[in-house]
T-cell receptor, first 114, second 113 residues
């Protein structure tokens, strides 16, 4: 079965420190990979995506993600966390040939403390 | 430009009742998706419309769920009769093309008692 795993329910980081939110996937073929963020009482907002090319992709709000094909991972990173980055983060994949539907992970709650 | 809107934001109903959720996509977006997140788990795909046609409804859990998109604009998702396990947050998303970025609405939180 095709799936996306976010192994950490919660990640706690001090403001100014680097952050990593992990994501691995198990799908056939070469999927497109996405990160979305959900702030309280808001819809999911697109952060970044990987389709092809450079394994390091840069997105909104200073976030970046590194695609690793051998490890089937797409970890989200930021060099210096802000308190305002505290939110729920979702990793998702789209499988080519299977239309536009996204397969999501279970989400990771990021908490950045001052 | 207005984003994806969903109504209501919250709904509390009793088991056996009927609830209808509405989604208004971004104007001009032909692709409309329904997803739901149950009990803090992963967000799961329900179905995909292209204009008024159901392109993929492989994620619909059972025949108590009925989605429509008459005229290819807004969409409704009806649950009849609702069961306890239907509780969760229902998200709608839209995109201009199938492979374009999906824009999500704020979700409808459904609680079935």
């Amino acid at each position: 079965a095709q799936s996306v795993a976010q192994p950490e329910d919660q990640v706690n980081v001090a403001e100014g420190n680097p952050l990593t939110v992990k994501c691995t996937y198990s799908v056939s073929g070469n999927p497109y990979l996405f990160w979305y963020v959900q702030y309280p009482n808001r819809g999911l907002q697109f952060l970044l995506k990987y389709i092809t090319g450079d394994n390091l992709v840069k997105g909104s709000y200073g976030f970046e993600a590194e695609f690793n094909k051998s490890q089937t991972s797409f970890h989200l990173k930021k060099p210096s966390a802000l308190v305002s980055d505290s939110a729920l983060y979702f990793c998702a994949v789209r499988v080519p040939g299977q239309g536009g539907k996204l397969i999501f992970g279970q989400g990771t709650e990021l908490s950045v403390k001052p | 430009e207005a984003g994806v809107t969903q109504f209501p934001s919250h709904s509390v109903i009793e088991k056996g009742q009927t609830v209808t959720l509405r989604c208004d996509p971004i104007s001009g977006h032909d692709n409309l998706y329904w997803y739901r997140r149950v009990m803090g788990k992963e967000i799961k795909f329900l179905l995909h419309f292209v204009k008024e046609s159901k392109q993929d409804e492989s994620g619909m859990p059972n025949n108590r769920f009925l989605a429509e998109r008459t005229g290819g604009t807004y969409s409704t998702l009806k649950v009849q009769p609702a069961e306890l396990e239907d509780s969760g947050v229902y998200f709608c998303a839209s995109s201009g093309g199938v492979y374009n970025e999906q824009f999500f609405g704020p979700g409808t939180r459904l609680t079935v008692l």
